[in-house]
């Protein structure tokens, strides 16, 4: 259980039936009334977002969750396939709503991170999460121009995936390069 101050950004808690992401919060103590916790929800099932306040009598479960590493396969017409690491014949589907915005940065054969919740022992998937650096390799780059890097700046690349992200100039088509996978920038060239 865990105690009104205790819930906070970052924290998995079940709220109306529901595991809930805590997305914000701020505990709020004014001369006249009790200390209060506002905070903003996202349910990690239905997907939906709400906020709500938590009082000092208040007190919230944390969910019971795992995490478990699953290989990506592909996506298709809306379902994405994953598979146990160890063995590929334990194949499963699993929701774009629950992949979310991630999605974009999956890559076929790699492994992620599912969090699998225990809801009276019967596990569900509800959410993937992805390393925070991952490399990428540059498939369409344009070219540099001599003396363009004399005031900073960068050019738009389209990685493998699609995705456009800046890049410095001295990045060439072909060239991997590592994204920040939690806000898409670019961090760094990878060496040959």
Known sequence: MLEYSEIRVGKIIIYEDEPCDVLDNHVARTQQRK?????????????????TVFHASDKADEADITKKEVKYLYSNKGENWFCDPTDSSDRFKIEDKIIGDVAKYLKANENVTALVWDNDDEEQIIKISLPVKMAFTIKDCPPSIKGSTANGGGKLATLENGIKVSVPFFVEAGDKVIINTETGEYVERVQK
């Open 35 to 51: 200390p209060q916790n506002q905070v903003k929800l996202k349910s990690l099932v239905s997907g939906r977002t709400w906020n």
